[in-house]
């Protein structure tokens, strides 16, 4: 919400802002309001709390949920699966970082050796 009450158009495509509610967050990723109060305790995230205190859930979130329910599903522990989520987010962040910093320097070996020729 924006200042004056209305709903500001660019949280619509905000990953991250905390749109849903835990019941909505459960029936998204076809689980329950227990399992994500685990997923909470094994501190995969810390959901934002509305002015109620109610839990409020981001895409974000409801994603990394939705995988640790798909790996205990296959029989892997909650906190077990927590931490092989928080892993493989890990690894795909620094993998990103290492792919930006490879193509930036690339770009600067490119720029020096474009000197004149001889």
């Known amino acids: 919400m924006t200042v004056d009450g209305t709903a500001s158009p660019d949280r619509f495509d905000d990953e991250h802002y ?3 509610t835990m019941g909505r967050a459960a029936e998204m990723i076809g689980a329950t309001a227990a399992f994500l109060r685990s997923v909470e305790a094994a501190k995969l995230f810390a959901p934002a709390r509305s002015e109620g205190g109610h839990r409020r859930y981001s895409r974000y979130q409801l994603r990394l949920a939705a995988r640790v329910r ?6 892997t522990g909650v906190e077990a699966a927590c931490r092989i989520v928080i892993l493989e987010d ?4 620094a993998l990103e970082l290492n792919r930006r910093y490879e193509s ?3 770009g600067v070996r490119d720029s020096s050796s474009g000197g004149a020729a001889r």
């Open 70 to 75: 798909d790996i205990a599903d296959q029989g």
């Open 104 to 106: 930036g320097a690339a």
């Open 90 to 93: 890990q690894l795909a962040e």
């Open 18 to 20: 905390p749109a849903y």
